[in-house]
């Protein structure tokens, strides 16, 4: 604040100027009051729900939303926990399953959750609001409280996702997430109902291995395997699919749609 007043010589001796500019570089001003930092951390360590409104500014605190995702129909086998802020939007809760759950990600998909259905913008007509658009956090999400993937509206792969613990974000933290704390089962395959995998699933279970290929690419196939799931492999590959999954839903050309 002195240093302000200093690189104003013409008016630093003018005390309405002085208060004029104090207003304009305080931070803790609000409707003509200054609150003081050590009252407004009090304050807003006080609220339980890590919500408060002080003369009109609402602080919100950053919290951890744990999600547990389970490929449906697929008897448990296939499913992840996933530690998200709750900062994020849907969209990235849905491009962090699909880059997780070993998508080609090239189909639509949509979220429910409360009865509102959530689109990608890609072929929204205003019909539903957008998963970008929507934070976590907006959702006044509850523990125990399920929402509902929908991924490739052709073949219809369906994920649950539950919620099954919040807890405060620590500082210095925002950057870890989202990340991967457990899971089992390598993915699902694009253009493959359930039904099918389940097949696969089973017939790996009872032999004690997979014969089911895939294309690696047009002169080579590999062996599928449903139980090759490695974390630690996720985890370092996640951030980057997601934001790969995120440009080709987020910053298409619609002409060449």
Not at 25 to 45: C, D, E, H, I, T
Not at 70 to 81: A, M, S
Not at 133 to 138: A, D, F, P
């Amino acid at each position: 604040m002195y240093n302000v007043l200093r690189n104003f010589p013409s008016v630093g001796s003018n005390l309405t100027y002085q208060k004029t500019i104090y207003k304009a570089f305080n931070p803790f001003l609000f409707r003509g009051a200054v609150l003081q930092p050590k009252s407004r951390a009090a304050l807003y360590m006080k609220n339980k729900a890590n919500k408060i409104k002080t003369q009109g500014v609402v602080f919100m605190a950053v919290q951890v939303y744990t999600f547990k995702v389970t490929y449906k129909h697929c008897e448990g086998k296939i499913w992840r926990i996933f530690d998200v802020s709750s900062n994020s939007d849907l969209a990235l809760l849905g491009y962090m399953i699909l880059a997780s759950f070993d998508t080609m990600a090239y189909h639509l998909f949509s979220i429910e959750c409360n009865n509102t259905i959530y689109e990608t913008a890609i072929e929204n007509y205003g019909e539903y609001p957008l998963l970008q658009e929507t934070k976590l956090s907006e959702l006044g999400l509850q523990i125990g409280q399920h929402l509902e993937m929908v991924y490739d509206f052709g073949c219809e792969q369906e994920f649950d996702i539950e919620l099954i613990k919040i807890s405060d974000m620590r500082k210095g933290t925002g950057r870890a997430y989202p990340k991967v704390i457990d899971g089992a089962g390598r993915g699902i395959i694009d253009g493959m109902h359930v039904c099918d995998l389940m097949k696969i699933i089973e017939r790996t279970d009872k032999n004690g291995k997979s014969d089911f290929e895939v294309a690696v690419d047009c002169n080579r196939n590999m062996i599928w395997d449903y139980r090759n799931y490695n974390i630690k492999y996720d985890n370092y590959m996640l951030k980057g699919y997601i934001e790969v999954i995120r440009k080709g839903y987020e910053e298409y050309d619609e002409y060449e749609l």
